[in-house]
């Protein structure tokens, strides 16, 4: 019986052990996933933030590219009055001029606007 | 004045050690030899084997009068008479106070935790359960050794030998075990300690026995980065968790968690330079040398000592298989996202443990690397052993 006793007693303290032990750590398990979501959604939140301010970024450098149309108007004015003159010329040397290309003299960002290179030239010219 | 001469070498040759000296006395001093050449010659855990190996030494030469075990008798009042044991004492019996009064365990553990990295763990909370199963080697060793007609506190002190921790070994043995008791500290200090060192021998026969080559080449993904702050709430969330659940684990638990908050703060540098070395190397010596000092041959030279040995083996092999076979599951129960070989790491015998289940994983395929994510379940399992140990100074 004393046996019986001392087994039941063995059994008890295995049980509770194992319970015990696997209770702590689950609880631990959960404390810390959470935790662990948590600072992940941070992460995906701030990698999210991070990737709108790149998607700015390319939409500023578009914008430059959106002032070219009117750098291209400004050109086709350039280019009929390119085509006007070599016209002229046409007429007056009696060949016959045909215009293949259209390019600008600088790297394509003129340092001075086309229009008003022409207005200094034509200040300046007495001098 | 020859008579005065001759009285003087009789008095001395009765006073000195060979007197003394017994066959009991000379077999322990040859085993203190065999731990100290394992120690040296072999590096099984030298930093605690060779002060307890060296401490069995000076206990058993005669008249040392290093240690007296009858000073830590527990009186009526059922506490150590302190003060009789700083008027009465020897060097050794002042230095066993620390592990009798459980000072140096936790201690150790304030070492321990400041070495420790749980970011696997962090990152991988499931880790935790492959720690839990492997402390299933303590409890069914419990079982084992109340089959063989051992007290409680004996089977409960053999039993925390699974756990593959020394200083959990030792504070549980120190509070469970009375000086009546068949066995004692040393003599469970002595068993981890060695089992501990035999680690890389012990569990890779027991691991491949347990797994099959696909499960033991089983790739596991990446484990994602943990921030700094998750490291440190974390030493603080277990700290509070496991005090609350198991009020005897505290010492341990929070000793472990306060080295570690200590260095993940990043703000104690110079607390985190102490603990880590001054601290832990004056502790792991006082520790060794006075653990050492209780294996009198009274205590190593009997069927209980063999019993310890047998069990302790048992603790640790049932422990890895535990482990394992939790890998398993968890193998299934992730299509196969698991390895089963980092269940064995479970035991906390850090960073062995963790090694062995890379080198066993590294023989299936040699690129897998296996390491870091074992070292989650490496770490988890100090934290589960010392929970378990909390649950058996609570009950016994």
């Known amino acids: 019986m004393e046996m019986q006793m001392e087994l039941s007693y063995v059994f008890a303290v295995v049980i509770t052990g194992l319970v015990v032990v696997f209770l702590g750590l689950v609880l631990l398990i959960a404390f810390i996933s959470l935790i662990g979501a948590f600072f992940k959604k941070a992460d995906q939140n701030k990698k999210a933030a991070k990737s709108e301010k790149s998607d700015a970024a390319p939409a500023q450098k578009t914008a430059p590219a959106a002032v070219k149309p009117v750098q291209a108007a400004d050109d086709d004015e350039v280019i009929a009055v390119i085509s006007a003159a070599v016209a002229m010329m046409s007429e007056t040397d009696g060949t016959v001029y045909r215009i293949k290309s259209v390019r600008a003299a600088s790297n394509g960002v003129p340092a001075r606007n086309a229009w008003a290179s022409a207005g200094l030239r034509e200040s300046t010219n007495p001098f | ?396």
């Not at chain 2, 959990?168 to 043995?173: E, M, P, R």
């Not at chain 2, 520790?287 to 190593?300: N, P, R």
């Not at chain 2, 690397?369 to 052993?385: D, K, T, Y």
């Open chain 2, 1 to 396: 004045m020859f008579e005065i001469f001759k009285d003087a070498i009789v008095s001395l040759a009765e006073t000195s050690g060979f007197a003394g000296l017994d066959w009991k006395a000379i077999v322990m001093i040859l085993i203190s030899f065999v731990f100290m050449y394992l120690a040296i010659a072999k590096n099984f855990e030298p930093l605690l084997l060779l002060p307890i190996s060296f401490g069995m030494l000076l206990t058993n030469l005669p008249f040392s009068g290093l240690y007296n075990p009858d000073l830590f008798i527990i009186n009526e009042e059922g506490h150590i008479d302190v003060l009789n044991v700083l008027t009465n004492g020897g060097l050794l019996d002042l230095l066993y106070l620390g592990v009798k009064l459980q000072v140096y365990p936790p201690l150790i553990f304030l070492g321990i935790g400041c070495m420790t990295d749980f970011s696997p763990l962090i990152a991988n909370p499931k880790s935790f359960l492959l720690g839990a199963a492997a402390q299933a080697g303590i409890f069914i060793t419990f079982i084992g050794a109340a089959l063989l007609g051992m007290s409680a506190t004996e089977a409960g002190s053999i039993a925390i030998i699974g756990g593959a921790d020394g200083p959990t070994a030792i504070y549980v043995s120190s509070r469970l075990l009375k000086p009546t008791d068949n066995i004692n500290t040393g003599t469970i200090a002595l068993a981890a300690y060695t089992y501990m060192a035999l680690v890389p021998i012990i569990q890779p026969p027991i691991m491949k026995l347990l797994t099959t080559k696909k499960e033991r080449g089983v790739v596991m993904e990446q484990l994602r980065t943990v921030s700094k702050t998750e490291k440190i709430i974390f030493p603080i969330a277990v700290t509070v968790v496991i005090s609350l659940l198991v009020p005897s684990a505290t010492p341990l638990v929070g000793m472990l968690m306060l080295g570690n908050l200590l260095k993940e703060s990043g703000v104690c540098n110079r607390l985190v330079d102490t603990a880590q070395n001054a601290l832990m190397n004056i502790v792991t010596i006082f520790l060794g040398v006075s653990v050492g000092a209780t294996t009198q041959a009274d205590k190593i030279l009997n069927l209980s000592f063999a019993k310890v040995i047998i069990l302790g083996v048992i603790a640790f092999g049932i422990g890895t298989a535990a482990g394992v076979l939790f890998g398993k599951l968890m193998y299934v129960a992730t299509k196969g996202k698991v390895n089963p070989l980092i269940g064995s790491a479970g035991v906390s015998a850090v960073p062995m443990a963790a090694r062995v289940s890379q080198k066993v994983g590294a023989q299936e395929n040699p690129t897998n690397f296996l390491l870091m994510h074992a070292m989650g379940p490496n770490v988890a399992g100090v934290i589960g052993s010392a929970v378990a140990a909390g649950v058996l100074l609570s009950i016994i």
